[in-house]
């Protein structure tokens, strides 16, 4: 496998290129690196309203052309937002990569021009639907984002929906738009990645070429100064919501992606519940058949990250009664640690994992457009289950220890409505 | 504007013009991989992929243990039946299987859709003995154990209640059920809360032994291996089973249903309107596929095709619509799939129709067509990617009878297909006239917008 080439351009554009030549596929990821948490309140959502933007046009690029050039050849392209980023990418045939270049350059450098407010009012709409269909019409879908206002304190940008508010989304203006862009949308605060079979030479010729003459900005705000911390004490909620089973969410606070201990958090996720072998799936599901399903996330956030837990119950079963399972299995892990058996299930299941994320070019390149981003160590995407097998059982009973069996649980069930 | 075009210099000798489109150099030859077939004495297939860049395995037993074989007052038994396969065999319970599996850092799964049951086990290749051997057993000598059975059949009815709230189930089982009536395809794949419940150990046990025979079954094989060695070693790790005949598929050709005919769930506080709407489609072995794929393509198959341009990025009345005539080995039905405001779901509803009349009523643009074809051309080695990828594609071979060298062939019949074709398609194919409509939300909202097009039955939530 070939090693990971990085060059910074004149502008502060990073680009780190990785060849894999096993298909004629090139893969172009952009992160740039501005999320939810640069919102405020009253305005949230908006980052990932100006994702939709980024898809109507810029000063050469017609308004849906974006994607019309780039499915004209076979391509795929999407863009996300989360807390800390935003994603644009696309896998193109090998032999296209100047024009998904040209493209993202484009929007890139030439934005503004093609905004007009009647887009702005129809990508509006669309994000007011993506809303509905993903959280007010999906059962259990606003649970999620009751867990993380409980969890982080007012002035936590963590605090409010990647997505947001419907009324914040319907405030937003053009004005908006053309101040986010001038703050965020720059070379500087941008990290490309490009894998896939393309000749590296030429691929950093087009890279300057495009954009090279960009300029660049100040350096954007950093929110992450002066964090209140996330909330210690437990909290509980319930709320009704047309479902027919109960499900109990529980919250805490880890430390970020990236540190030892996050990768010890999420070492115990996997013991957790990572496959039907693993502890709380084998007890609560399997064994004593309290719940219908049982999961575990940690975030891969960069100013801590919410470690979750997430229970469905029975249909006449009782959240609390999940609630107080899953925390009596953290205490036992706090307590006594996990056994060899469940530490060896975990590690082999990652490194099975990480296998078949390199199988995949745009999910390496995104991988490597996180660590370049956080880390500025792109490297790290290849190898990221040696940082794995440096957790030993010991790290996981800490983490369980220190930062969820110590500290108050965010809790929130979700009951049938009227139940 | 023409990004496949042919040039013989580099751009970088020339001066940027960011007005232009780049055109790209040739194409970079792709070819699909070689499939390896061998047939056992007993009658088993082994289709295999060599692939070496990740020391990975993944390997798919596969026979036609579907829904489709599912008893009139059974829905849901061969999907409950693939959910119990790999819960227990006669030498490993379940939880067994699990650690075994899990801790080499691979995993299984078994379950079915309407054509076929599958058993699928993947992990590094040094696993992947260990791999073959599990699956077999799990295919071989399912256990159906009692207890298991009535642990399946309580997940199975709590995930059914989950499904009841569910808008977008809810939306297409409304429209399956008109669409199909007294067909199969009609029913519930996962089963409905009274069938479920009566599903005992003994219906699963005899359901999975008619079809436990080599003949007919297959066993799909993708990753670092070596497909000669994987074939010496499939007679003995299956010879738990039969070489008998398969059963016969039941008859799979649905009448059309007469439509318009407009379905309504009603869910008085639905924040949205789901949309199902269609009518029958072909099987997915159909002479002209590659034509539908094309139309589709231009309908409602990728982001830039005319039904999205329309409700998303025109009208901003969904997050997103799509098209699809569905894979089946019988005639599955062409839907057309959206959630939208509940407001205007009227209007939604109209410009659907209006753009499945639009093309028959004069041919696609040959721009739409090219753009379309060098799609699909060029997005097949993406999907190509992973293991699970090839396998499908593999599955794909094996569940619906297509020749070894379909993959191979496919860039060039797709490459034949002409604007005519697909006009001539749509006129076929497309029913705007007597479309099956489901939809899931307020009755009382939506029942108003929805009367011009057709009578309208409300309902409530059920499987």
């Not at chain 1, 049982?294 to 999940?322: I, K």
Request: aromatic share 8%.
């Amino acid at each position: 496998m070939d090693a990971i080439t990085r060059h910074v351009l004149g502008n502060g554009l990073r680009l780190v290129m990785h060849r894999r030549a096993e298909l004629p596929l090139v893969a172009i990821n952009l992160w740039y690196h501005v999320g939810s948490k640069n919102e405020r309140p009253g305005r949230t959502g908006f980052a990932h309203l100006f994702e939709h933007m980024l898809f109507q046009g810029s000063e050469h690029v017609g308004v849906n052309d974006h994607f019309r050039y780039v499915q004209q050849v076979g391509g795929v392209a999407n863009g996300s937002t989360w807390f800390d980023r935003t994603n644009y990418y696309e896998t193109l045939p090998a032999h296209q990569l100047e024009l998904g270049l040209w493209l993202e350059a484009d929007r890139m450098g030439f934005l503004l021009p093609a905004m007009t407010a009647e887009k702005l009012e129809t990508q509006r709409a669309v994000v007011m639907n993506e809303r509905r269909q993903r959280v007010d019409n999906q059962p259990y879908g606003r649970a999620f984002e009751r867990v993380h206002e409980l969890l982080y304190p007012e002035g936590h940008p963590y605090r409010w929906p990647v997505i947001g508010y419907m009324e914040d989304i319907a405030a937003a203006t053009l004005d908006d738009v053309r101040a986010f862009f001038s703050t965020y949308y720059r070379p500087n605060n941008c990290v490309l990645t490009l894998v896939g079979d393309f000749d590296e030479a030429r691929a950093r010729d087009l890279v300057e070429r495009y954009f090279g003459g960009l300029p660049s900005g100040e350096p954007p705000p950093i929110p992450s100064a002066g964090l209140p911390p996330p909330r210690l004490e437990t909290s509980a909620e319930t709320m009704e919501d047309r479902v027919r089973l109960p499900r109990a969410y529980l919250a805490w606070c880890v430390p970020p992606f990236g540190d030892l201990r996050w990768y010890a958090a999420s070492l115990l996720s996997a013991v957790l519940t990572g496959g039907k072998a693993s502890r709380l799936h084998r007890d609560l599901v399997y064994e004593r058949e309290l719940a219908q399903s049982v999961a575990c996330s940690v975030f891969p956030t960069e100013e801590c990250a919410t470690f979750g837990v997430m229970a469905t119950g029975r249909p006449d079963g009782s959240p609390e009664h999940l609630r107080d399972e899953v925390l009596r299995t953290l205490q036992q892990v706090a307590e006594s640690g996990i056994r060899e058996d469940e530490y060896d299930r975990a590690l082999n299941g990652i490194l099975t994992g990480h296998y078949h994320e390199l199988e995949s070019l745009d999910h390496l390149a995104d991988s490597i457009s996180a660590a370049t981003t956080f880390f500025d160590e792109p490297e790290r995407a290849l190898h990221e289950h040696d940082v794995y097998s440096a957790v030993t059982p010991a790290h996981v009973r800490e983490v369980a220890a220190e930062y969820l069996a110590a500290r108050g649980s965010t809790y929130v069930a979700v009951i049938p409505e009227g139940g | 504007m023409s990004p496949g075009a042919a040039r013989s210099t580099p751009t970088t000798a020339e001066p940027l013009d960011r007005r232009r489109a780049p055109v790209a150099f040739d194409a970079k030859a792709f070819r699909f991989p070689a499939v390896t077939r061998r047939t056992t004495g007993g009658g088993l297939t082994l289709l295999a992929i060599q692939r070496t860049d990740t020391p990975l395995t993944l390997l798919r037993f596969v026979n036609r243990a579907g829904g489709h074989f599912d008893p009139p007052a059974s829905s849901g038994l061969a999907s409950f039946v693939g959910s119990l396969l790999d819960e227990g065999t006669r030498q490993r319970n379940a939880v067994a299987i699990a650690d075994q599996i899990e801790g080499r850092g691979g995993y299984l799964s078994s379950g079915s859709d309407w054509d076929s049951s599958a058993v699928s086990a993947g992990a590094l290749s040094k696993h992947l003995p260990f791999c073959l051997d599990l699956i077999a057993e799990v295919a071989s000598y399912p256990a159906f154990d009692p207890v298991e059975t009535d642990r399946m059949r309580s997940l199975r009815l709590a995930e059914l209640q989950r499904l009841l709230a569910d808008p977008g189930t809810l939306a297409g089982r409304a429209f399956a059920r008109a669409l199909y009536r007294d067909h199969v395809y009609a029913r519930s794949l996962v089963g409905t809360p009274e069938t479920i419940a009566r599903m005992e150990r003994e219906d699963c046990a005899k359901f999975w032994e008619r079809h436990q025979t080599q003949r007919g079954a297959f066993l799909l094989a993708a990753g670092d291996l070596d497909p000669e060695a994987l074939h010496a070693s499939l007679g003995e790790a299956f010879a738990g089973l039969t070489s008998d005949e398969p059963p016969a598929l039941p008859p799979l050709d649905p009448p059309e249903a007469p439509g318009p005919e407009i379905h309504v769930v009603d869910l008085p506080q639905a924040a949205q309107a789901e949309l199902r709407v269609g009518h029958l489609g072909v099987p997915r072995n159909h002479p002209e596929r590659p034509t539908l794929l094309l139309l589709n393509s231009i309908l409602g198959g990728k982001f830039t095709s005319r039904i999205n341009l329309n409700l998303r990025e025109r009208h901003g009345y969904t997050y997103g619509a799509s098209s699809r005539f569905v894979d089946r080995v019988g005639t599955g039905p062409f839907l057309v799939a959206a959630a939208v405001d509940t407001a205007v779901a009227g209007r939604a509803l109209q410009e659907i129709v209006t753009e499945l009349r639009r093309l028959q009523d004069e041919p696609p643009a040959s721009v739409e067509l090219e753009d379309s074809r060098s799609y699909l051309l060029g997005v097949f080695p993406y999907t190509l990617q992973t293991l699970d990828g090839l396998v499908s594609r593999l599955e794909e071979l094996a569940v619906h009878d297509l020749p070894d060298d379909y993959y191979a062939a496919f860039p060039e019949r797709l490459r034949q297909v002409t604007v005519d074709d697909v006009h001539s398609a749509a006129t076929r194919y497309l029913a705007p006239d007597r479309l099956i409509i489901g939809v899931a939300g307020p009755a009382k909202d939506l029942v108003p917008q929805l009367e011009p097009f057709g009578p309208v039955v409300v309902h409530a939530p059920s499987l």
